[in-house]
């Protein structure tokens, strides 16, 4: 009785907690909206026009919606694939490294001829989706038989995977006649086709949404993403359940990595055709930001990286149409990273919430007990 | 009960004082509490009762929504531990604060090191240590490292700690819980010469027969109110427990005497040496067999934590034979032990028992959610789930928000009921089951008892009780073993014929049985 009344006038802690965290959320985007809008101001000689720029310019035309989508397609590989890490409470950064593993192993095999269409782009996904799950499962191996601390060894290996391609690109499958440093031509077999005729978004977005859906599912509905978010969250209460601990992590860095990997593939056959990257592409240190963002929740991740790309969008056409420097979104970025990993913004006020709702509680059970 | 009247020597007094946690619990409700000088002042509660929250308040820990200190006649502002000492407030906590691998002078002037120049005098430490532990006729060895010290010893070094920081008032909280009965008598002896010599002490605790001995006068507190100050001589003992509880409690379990079937677990000459290489378990040897409560008793730190650790699969003994019903488990996971039909429970709570992030729903199916039923090819089964953790916290009277609400968002009682809720539900057959209502409310460790006399009797579990309330031990136990330096040094098959007095003679290695009174609980020969 004295419950039922409570729960219909007075929230529990645990709303209270949940509406804060998405309110730090909100608070972060808008603080941090509202602080490149100063910096605009600052240095741009047109701040209004420039400020729409920044606003709306990804829908000014029908080819900056394409192009927005196309930078939305590898984040949602990325953020997934850091959300699988991060649940597990493995701060795994390799992602970077198994996104360029796979596009750079992928390549290898896509320059192969005389394999069928649609067989040749298995093939180069298996093989990139592979690549990256050896470059995120070795961290994840080390630190579950030698105990090495897994933020150390994964950055680390980004660095050996970027050089270890860039070898293979420009020793073996350079070619000569590219005019710059790019590997042969990919065959047309292995190439992802345009979704809508001539609107220049890739098939990879088909891909992406349902790594994203999978990713959810076998988070929060399978026994295996059960296994994952209670090691995450205590791995010596998993261990003590008879949960396979270290199985369970090294399968999660895998999986992760096979999901990067396979971003890598989706990005190159998607948009190029050649490999021509000359470092590491940062696809996949947004995709630790859009974790956080998301709250290590695949199901977010749409929503977040579709942020990212729109302010991705934004700063190509600051930089093709204004004196404001692209970086002004890196700012952004910075911001709102920081504030949403601030766990104590907003505290007291959380806090003082709680306690006057706690307050407002008590003195309504006394009211009903003195009825 | 008296009303509180100030007389000319009160101290301290604490008013009003609320204190609401972050996560929403009122620990503390408008409480005035006042204490005289020289007295030793008892503050009683259950578990969760606010005791040391208040306590906290008083000593810095924690700031107050509402209310005020006044100390002699002066309203204070008292914002963190420093400020206490300097009003001369100090506080030996729960849990020792101790630097284990220095010295008993090391730890003494840890914060306030005398210098010779620039460096550290470690003589005049050692002199002053030795002085203020003649000054108070609290003998302590100064050069003894901490981690070689006993318990009593540790606990002694607190409160000269706080001394030495010119504390007049002191605020003990719980300090026999890790002490075996002699101990506690010897505390008592120097906690009554401090109050002659003026100092004042508040004695924090839940142990009606402590309290009874020690204090001059107590207080109340329930669910983070005052129910009463009262002079002890006024009350009984029942009095109090109806003051802290709000009904009668009935201190005895019901149970009948048990009817041992055949061994379920076997062990057999466990040995193991831990990380420092100290010999925590000789030759262990021990069975527990069907429809059996075996007790195990020690003072903290004589291998009950090893020996709960290797059963349920943490540790690995150097050698020996472990067997749940004929089969070997050295070699097994953690998932295979509970896969034999055992449960597990670890002393420590919040590391091994439950997973504070996580609803309770996922806290409950921890151990399952690969079984049929739970989870249907891979994919959980969230009807049954929930369906099945509503009847749980119906059946354990587990205070929520629901079967979604997270652990951090429940008592410590309700918490270990969820852990009970877990372990006990499977049907188990053995129960590995270490501290299983430490620092939890007596209606959730009632419960808790209930449950385990009901498993015994219902299904005939075999249940290895491991616990540092020995009278818990007493009460729920079928047999007793004795635990002293990792060897077993005594064995009472017949609980009712012992009191804590004799455990407390083994506890403490003062005596020792013949091998073949131990070897009585050795059943398969």
Same mark, same amino acid.
């Given at each position: 009785?004295?419950?039922?009344?409570?729960?219909?006038?007075?929230?529990?802690?645990?709303?209270?907690?949940?509406?804060?965290?998405?309110?730090?959320?909100?608070?972060?985007?808008?603080?941090?909206?509202?602080?490149?809008? =100063?910096?605009?101001?600052?240095?741009?000689?047109?701040?209004?026009?420039? %400020?729409?720029?920044?606003?709306?310019?990804?829908?000014?035309?029908?080819?900056?919606?394409?192009? !927005?989508?196309? #930078?939305?397609?590898?984040?949602?590989?990325?953020?997934?694939?850091?959300?699988?890490?991060?649940?597990?409470?493995?701060?795994?950064?390799?992602?970077?490294?198994?996104?360029?593993?796979?596009?750079?192993?992928?390549?290898? *095999?896509?320059?192969?001829?005389?394999?069928?269409?649609?067989?040749?782009?298995?093939?180069?996904?298996?093989?990139?989706? =592979?690549?990256?799950?050896?470059?995120?499962?070795?961290?994840?191996? !080390?630190?579950? #038989?030698?105990?090495? !601390?897994?933020? *150390?060894?994964?950055?680390?290996?980004?660095? *050996?995977?970027?050089?270890?391609?860039?070898?293979?690109?420009?020793?073996?499958?350079?070619?000569?006649?590219?005019?710059?440093?790019?590997?042969?031509?990919?065959?047309?077999?292995?190439?992802?086709?345009?979704?809508?005729?001539?609107?220049?978004?890739?098939?990879?977005? %088909?891909?992406?949404?349902?790594?994203?859906?999978?990713?959810?599912?076998?988070?929060? #509905?399978?026994?295996?993403?059960?296994?994952?978010?209670? %090691?995450?969250?205590?791995?010596?209460?998993?261990?003590?359940?008879?949960?396979?601990?270290?199985?369970?992590?090294?399968?999660?860095?895998?999986?992760?990595?096979?999901?990067?990997?396979?971003?890598?593939?989706?990005?190159?056959?998607?948009?190029?055709?050649?490999?021509?990257?000359?470092?590491?592409?940062?696809?996949?240190?947004?995709?630790? !930001?859009?974790?956080?963002?998301?709250?290590?929740?695949?199901?977010?991740?749409? =929503?977040?990286?579709?942020?990212?790309?729109?302010?991705?969008?934004?700063?190509?056409?600051?930089?093709?149409?204004?004196?404001?420097?692209?970086?002004?979104?890196?700012?952004?970025?910075?911001? %709102?990273?920081?504030?949403?990993?601030?766990?104590?913004?907003?505290?007291?006020?959380?806090? #003082?919430?709680?306690?006057?709702?706690?307050?407002?509680?008590?003195?309504?059970?006394?009211?009903?007990?003195?009825? | 009960?008296?009303?509180?009247?100030?007389?000319?020597?009160?101290?301290?007094?604490?008013?009003?004082?609320?204190?609401?946690?972050?996560?929403?619990?009122?620990?503390?409700?408008?409480?005035?509490?006042?204490?005289?000088?020289?007295?030793?002042?008892?503050?009683?509660?259950?578990?969760?009762?606010?005791?040391?929250?208040?306590?906290?308040?008083?000593?810095?820990?924690?700031?107050?929504?509402?209310?005020?200190?006044?100390?002699?006649?002066?309203?204070?502002?008292?914002?963190?531990?420093?400020?206490?000492?300097?009003?001369?407030?100090?506080?030996?906590?729960?849990?020792?604060?101790?630097?284990?691998?220095?010295?008993?002078?090391?730890?003494? $002037?840890?914060?306030?090191?005398?210098?010779?120049?620039?460096?550290?005098?470690?003589?005049?430490?050692?002199?002053?240590?030795?002085?203020?532990?003649?000054?108070?006729?609290?003998?302590?060895?100064?050069?003894?490292?901490?981690?070689?010290?006993? $318990?009593?010893?540790?606990?002694?070094?607190?409160?000269?700690?706080?001394?030495?920081?010119?504390?007049?008032?002191?605020?003990?909280?719980?300090?026999?819980?890790?002490?075996?009965?002699?101990?506690?008598?010897?505390?008592?002896?120097?906690?009554?010469?401090?109050?002659?010599?003026?100092?004042?002490? $508040?004695?924090?605790?839940?142990?009606?027969?402590?309290?009874?001995?020690?204090?001059?006068?107590?207080?109340?507190?329930?669910?983070?109110?005052?129910?009463?100050?009262?002079? $002890?001589?006024?009350?009984?003992?029942?009095?109090?427990?109806?003051?802290?509880?709000?009904?009668?409690?009935?201190?005895?379990?019901?149970?009948?005497?048990?009817?041992?079937?055949?061994?379920?677990?076997?062990?057999?000459?466990?040995?193991?040496?831990?990380?420092?290489?100290?010999?925590?378990?000789?030759?262990?040897?021990?069975?527990?067999?069907?429809?059996?409560?075996?007790?195990?008793?020690?003072?903290?730190?004589?291998?009950?934590?090893?020996?709960?650790?290797?059963?349920?699969?943490?540790?690995?003994?150097?050698?020996?034979?472990?067997?749940?019903?004929?089969?070997?488990?050295?070699?097994?996971?953690?998932?295979?032990?509970?896969?034999?039909?055992?449960?597990?429970?670890?002393?420590?709570?919040?590391?091994?028992?439950?997973?504070?992030?996580?609803?309770?729903?996922?806290?409950?199916?921890?151990?399952?959610?690969?079984?049929?039923?739970?989870?249907?090819?891979?994919?959980?089964?969230?009807?049954?789930?929930?369906?099945?953790?509503?009847?749980?916290?119906?059946?354990?009277?587990?205070?929520?928000?629901?079967?979604?609400?997270?652990?951090?968002?429940?008592?410590?009682?309700?918490?270990?009921?969820?852990?009970?809720?877990?372990?006990?539900?499977?049907?188990?057959?053995?129960?590995?089951?270490?501290?299983?209502?430490?620092?939890?409310?007596?209606?959730?460790?009632?419960?808790?008892?209930?449950?385990?006399?009901?498993?015994?009797?219902?299904?005939?579990?075999?249940?290895?009780?491991?616990?540092?309330?020995?009278?818990?031990?007493?009460?729920?136990?079928?047999?007793?073993?004795?635990?002293?330096?990792?060897?077993?040094?005594?064995?009472?098959?017949?609980?009712?014929?012992?009191?804590?007095?004799?455990?407390?003679?083994?506890?403490?290695?003062?005596?020792?049985?013949?091998?073949?009174?131990?070897?009585?609980?050795?059943?398969?020969?």
């Amino acid at each position: 009785m004295i419950n039922s009344l409570k729960r219909k006038q007075v929230l529990t802690s645990q709303e209270i907690s949940n509406r804060f965290s998405i309110l730090r959320t909100a608070l972060a985007l808008l603080l941090a909206m509202g602080i490149a809008i =100063l910096l605009i101001f600052l240095v741009s000689n047109n701040a209004f026009r420039d %400020i729409r720029s920044l606003l709306l310019g990804p829908l000014t035309s029908s080819n900056r919606i394409s192009q !927005m989508i196309n #930078k939305w397609i590898p984040l949602l590989f990325t953020g997934t694939a850091v959300c699988l890490f991060f649940s597990v409470g493995q701060i795994n950064l390799a992602a970077e490294g198994a996104f360029f593993a796979g596009a750079f192993t992928s390549t290898v *095999v896509a320059i192969i001829g005389g394999i069928p269409p649609g067989l040749h782009f298995i093939l180069c996904a298996l093989a990139g989706g =592979l690549a990256g799950a050896i470059i995120c499962g070795l961290p994840g191996i !080390m630190y579950t #038989k030698f105990n090495v !601390m897994t933020v *150390v060894s994964s950055l680390m290996i980004n660095y *050996v995977v970027l050089f270890l391609g860039l070898y293979v690109i420009t020793n073996l499958v350079r070619d000569p006649a590219a005019g710059y440093e790019a590997s042969y031509r990919f065959k047309e077999s292995a190439r992802l086709g345009e979704l809508i005729p001539g609107s220049n978004i890739h098939t990879g977005l %088909i891909i992406a949404v349902l790594v994203v859906v999978l990713g959810y599912l076998l988070l929060y #509905k399978s026994t295996f993403g059960l296994q994952i978010r209670t %090691i995450g969250a205590n791995a010596a209460f998993a261990k003590y359940s008879g949960m396979p601990v270290a199985k369970v992590i090294v399968f999660t860095q895998l999986l992760g990595g096979f999901i990067a990997g396979l971003g890598g593939t989706t990005e190159v056959l998607g948009l190029y055709n050649r490999f021509g990257y000359s470092g590491l592409t940062n696809h996949g240190w947004d995709g630790i !930001m859009l974790a956080v963002l998301a709250r290590n929740n695949p199901k977010y991740i749409p =929503l977040a990286a579709l942020f990212l790309a729109y302010l991705r969008t934004s700063a190509d056409v600051l930089n093709l149409t204004s004196n404001v420097p692209s970086e002004v979104i890196n700012i952004i970025q910075a911001i %709102i990273i920081s504030f949403i990993a601030a766990e104590r913004f907003l505290a007291g006020w959380e806090y #003082k919430t709680i306690v006057r709702n706690t307050e407002k509680s008590m003195a309504l059970k006394e009211g009903v007990t003195n009825e | 009960m008296e009303a509180l009247n100030y007389r000319d020597d009160t101290v301290l007094t604490m008013k009003d004082i609320t204190k609401i946690y972050s996560n929403g619990f009122v620990a503390n409700k408008d409480i005035t509490f006042s204490v005289r000088k020289g007295e030793i002042h008892g503050l009683m509660g259950e578990n969760g009762a606010g005791k040391t929250t208040l306590m906290k308040v008083l000593f810095g820990l924690e700031k107050p929504e509402k209310g005020q200190i006044i100390l002699n006649g002066q309203e204070v502002h008292i914002d963190n531990p420093l400020h206490a000492l300097e009003y001369g407030i100090g506080m030996v906590h729960q849990h020792f604060m101790l630097v284990g691998s220095l010295t008993v002078a090391e730890n003494m $002037v840890l914060g306030l090191e005398p210098k010779k120049g620039l460096l550290f005098d470690y003589k005049r430490a050692v002199k002053e240590t030795e002085e203020i532990a003649e000054r108070f006729n609290l003998p302590i060895d100064a050069s003894a490292i901490v981690n070689d010290i006993s $318990v009593g010893m540790k606990q002694r070094l607190e409160i000269l700690k706080i001394l030495y920081r010119g504390a007049k008032i002191l605020l003990l909280d719980e300090p026999t819980a890790v002490l075996t009965p002699q101990e506690t008598s010897e505390l008592f002896v120097q906690l009554k010469n401090l109050r002659d010599q003026g100092y004042t002490i $508040v004695f924090i605790s839940h142990k009606l027969g402590e309290v009874k001995e020690l204090c001059d006068r107590i207080t109340v507190l329930r669910k983070g109110e005052v129910v009463g100050t009262a002079d $002890v001589d006024e009350l009984t003992e029942l009095d109090i427990s109806r003051m802290m509880v709000g009904k009668d409690v009935d201190l005895n379990i019901a149970k009948k005497e048990a009817d041992p079937g055949e061994t379920i677990l076997r062990v057999r000459d466990l040995n193991y040496t831990n990380q420092f290489g100290k010999k925590a378990l000789n030759n262990l040897s021990f069975d527990l067999r069907r429809g059996e409560i075996l007790g195990v008793a020690g003072v903290e730190g004589n291998g009950q934590t090893e020996l709960s650790e290797i059963l349920s699969g943490l540790l690995r003994p150097d050698s020996g034979e472990v067997s749940i019903k004929g089969k070997s488990i050295i070699d097994m996971s953690i998932r295979d032990i509970r896969l034999t039909n055992t449960s597990l429970v670890h002393e420590d709570r919040m590391i091994y028992g439950a997973s504070e992030e996580q609803s309770i729903i996922e806290n409950i199916i921890a151990d399952r959610y690969f079984q049929k039923g739970y989870s249907n090819n891979s994919i959980l089964n969230k009807k049954n789930n929930y369906e099945e953790t509503t009847a749980l916290i119906e059946e354990y009277q587990i205070a929520c928000d629901g079967p979604e609400a997270a652990i951090s968002t429940l008592s410590g009682g309700n918490i270990q009921k969820v852990v009970a809720a877990r372990e006990f539900s499977s049907d188990p057959e053995l129960i590995i089951l270490s501290q299983p209502t430490r620092g939890i409310d007596v209606g959730a460790a009632e419960l808790i008892r209930e449950k385990m006399v009901s498993l015994r009797d219902r299904l005939g579990t075999a249940i290895l009780l491991f616990s540092a309330d020995l009278t818990e031990l007493l009460t729920m136990s079928d047999g007793i073993i004795v635990l002293y330096n990792g060897e077993i040094v005594a064995y009472f098959p017949e609980v009712k014929k012992i009191n804590e007095e004799i455990l407390g003679k083994y506890m403490l290695g003062l005596e020792k049985q013949s091998p073949e009174e131990i070897g009585g609980v050795i059943h398969d020969k």
